[in-house]
């Protein structure tokens, strides 16, 4: 396989091949940027993390750094959560001191290994993109933040030098990482970071007297954005052309709204752990044990690895799923899943009294954590209230004896049941239970022959020779 050739993700999601000339600097990979990298940190055990578009290139990538620095490489093939975010964990089953992590990356910051990221690189002819911004943005003291999609940051400086000669007032965004891309920046700070970018203000001004521009194809990531930077007005470049997006009051959002009413109704609450890489992702999961202790909720941890539907419909006792992963996970916009999923700041908007709704929403849960740009102490509200749901009264006093029995335990003739427990309740309740001894409540029967042949066709079934007799 000749590494001339990249697979690209196309916007309907169907790969596509690239034909990109086969010299150093055009090199998908950046070999040379990948082996000073290694050398400059003097690692040792380095991972390679490929998403399963590039796995076919993966071994020659390998081959090629290993000659190239004469050690072995490693590479992480099905990744644990996400092909977007770093793979920290399986990467230290073999003491892995780096990580370089290929293709499109959600920039989640990691705590435990340095990673260098070798980004994308779209072919797109930058003078349309400058002709049309000049087009729509004619008035040239307009204030704009500039943001772009990662496959996109490689042309970034080219048409930044070109507009910000015309436009004064023009803010562009960098992504916080290392990477083959000069032109990013990884020493700000995590508070002010929204979504692996930051951005600096002029002195004297704030973020809603701007306007946003993106230039990427990803929505998901436009939408994220717009949802958690308050700008003025919107605006993005698509199919060569400027149009104004609008993320708010989007049935999408109506959707959430009415799931944080299901999450305040709930009784049991699944914290679904999606991720062990992302900086804070612990006290993500400690303050939503802790909101939802208050609230007198009873909470499962689990960890699935890549979440479906046939997954978590293995835990029909629990209500809803506080999801702890990635801004960019798409199972926020799936009905596949039998159970409502949420986030770490729906929790807050359900429970949190001192939090409001606002023209604001964000995915990114370390932005609502302790130290968090958003943040707000905690305060729940002490006032029942009515579910829009099921018009059952909420906040009552019996809701107060499920927490006080959690670790109560009932001795039986049968045994021991841990009746604090959501799980044991609700086998309790069911009907039928599985497998039990039932020990003296049935009558003994002499054992039997049972069924003998292939599980097509037993020996005591006649199905095939009626068929051929009646033939």
């Keep these: 396989m000749n590494l001339s050739t990249t697979i690209e993700k ?62 072995k490489m490693y590479i992480l093939g099905d990744t644990t959560c996400g092909s ?80 910000k000669p015309i436009y004064k007032h023009l803010i562009l965004s960098k992504l916080n990482c290392t990477s083959n891309v000069e032109y990013t920046d990884a020493k700000a700070s995590s508070a002010s970071v929204v979504l692996g970018r930051n951005y600096s203000l002029e002195n004297g001004y704030n973020v809603q007297d701007y306007e946003g521009f993106f230039w990427g194809e990803k929505e998901k990531i436009l939408a994220l954005l717009a949802m958690s930077i308050p700008v ?9 052309k400027i149009s104004e997006f609008e993320a708010l009051n989007t049935p999408w959002l109506k959707r959430r709204r009415f799931l944080i009413e299901k999450l305040r109704d709930a009784k049991v609450v699944g914290i679904v752990v999606a991720t062990l890489g992302i900086q804070d992702y612990l006290t993500a999961i400690n303050t939503v044990k802790r909101i939802l202790k208050q609230k007198n909720k009873k909470s499962y941890l689990l960890s699935v690895g890549k979440i479906n539907p046939a997954k978590l419909a293995n835990f029909p006792e629990i209500d809803a799923f506080v999801v702890i992963t990635c801004p960019e996970n798409e199972i926020f916009d799936s009905r596949d899943f ?13 429970f949190n009294s ?54 109560a335990l009932t001795v039986r003739s049968s045994g021991t049941v841990a009746i604090g427990k959501a799980g044991a309740q609700y086998l309790q309740e069911r009907s ?24 097509w066709e037993y020996t005591n079934e006649t199905l095939k020779t009626n068929n051929v007799q009646t033939e």
Excluded at 338 to 350: C, G, N, Q, R
Excluded at 435 to 441: D, I, K, N, S
């Design 10 to 71: 196309s916007a309907k999601g169907e790969a596509k091949v690239a034909e990109v000339i086969e010299n150093v600097r055009d090199d998908p990979y950046d070999m040379e940027r990948c082996v000073g990298w290694i050398r400059t940190n003097a690692l040792k055990q380095v991972c390679l993390q490929f998403p399963d578009s590039l796995l076919p290139n993966s071994i020659e990538v390998a081959l090629r750094l290993e000659k190239s620095i004469g050690q």
């Design 354 to 407: 001192a939090r409001e709704f606002c023209s604001q929403y964000f995915m990114d849960f370390r932005q609502v954590l302790p130290g968090g740009e958003h943040y707000v102490n905690f305060k729940p509200s002490v006032d029942s209230d009515v579910s829009l749901i099921s018009s059952n009264i909420r906040n009552c006093e019996d809701d107060t004896l499920c927490t006080d029995q959690m670790n």
């Design 84 to 163: 977007c975010c770093v793979d920290e964990v399986t990467a230290q089953h073999i003491n892995a001191d780096g990580i370089i992590h290929f293709g499109h990356a959600c920039l989640s910051p990691t705590a435990r290994l340095p990673v260098f990221h070798v980004l994308p690189r779209k072919q797109l002819n930058g003078t349309e993109l400058i002709n049309e911004f000049k087009r729509v943005f004619s008035d040239y003291m307009k204030k704009i933040i500039f943001f772009y999609e990662v496959s996109y940051a490689h042309k970034i400086e080219y048409v930044y030098n070109i507009l």
């Design 232 to 240: 003025k007005r919107w605006y993005c470049f698509t199919n060569d």
């Design 432 to 455: 039928w239970k599985g497998v039990e001894q039932r020990l003296g409540e049935d009558p003994v029967q002499p054992a039997e022959i049972g069924r003998t042949g292939l599980a």
């Design 338 to 350: 039998f159970k409502p999923i949420l986030t770490v700041y729906e929790v807050e908007l359900a």
